[in-house]
């Protein structure tokens, strides 16, 4: 009964990840749906393209960065900071201009500092704990496995060598028997 359990266990955990995955439509094909997407991105230099590949559109657009978002929208912010440029300032300088003004989410990475720390501890600590319940399965099914000790047979009431009956003794006379044939 234990392992027919563990296998509707497995079979449930199975089925809701598959639903989780396939099941729910995504938040990104939802949110861009309808909108004018025939523009182009023209990247200029280097230092342009650090930038734009850095920030993230905000229109709509199923969570694109400047650099590859073709919607007018884009194309009006690329514009603006291009003349941000322009007018001398630096890459972190404009992008700490367009977070201020559309918010940190606005950032394709966000900053290590305060709550947002936790995105980049969040899969490592996930990566430990997984690790930690593989250890401990593999300890107890390698337990179950594992010989008994010495001396607990007698404890166990199993029969031992100085138990033997008559019984083993004819076991052990037909098994000769038999090998000898």
Known sequence: ???????????????????????????????????????????????ERK???SLICTCGCPRETLGTCTCGWAHD?????RAML???????QAQAEYSKRFGTQALAVPPATGGNQLIYLAPLAAIVAGAA???LVLRRWSRKGAPAPVGAEEAS??????SRDEYDEKLDDELRRMDDE
């Open 51 to 53: 930038l734009f590949w």
């Open 1 to 47: 009964m234990n392992g027919l359990r563990k296998i509707i266990y497995a079979a449930a955990i199975a089925l809701a990840g598959a639903v989780s995955l396939v099941g729910l439509p995504s938040q990104g094909q939802e949110i861009g749906q309808g909108m004018v997407r025939s523009g182009t991105v023209g990247i200029e230099n280097d230092v």
């Open 86 to 92: 322009k007018s001398g300032m630096s890459v972190e």
């Open 157 to 162: 009431g199993a029969p031992t060598k100085a």
């Open 133 to 135: 319940v593989v250890i």
């Open 77 to 81: 912010r690329r514009e603006e900071l």
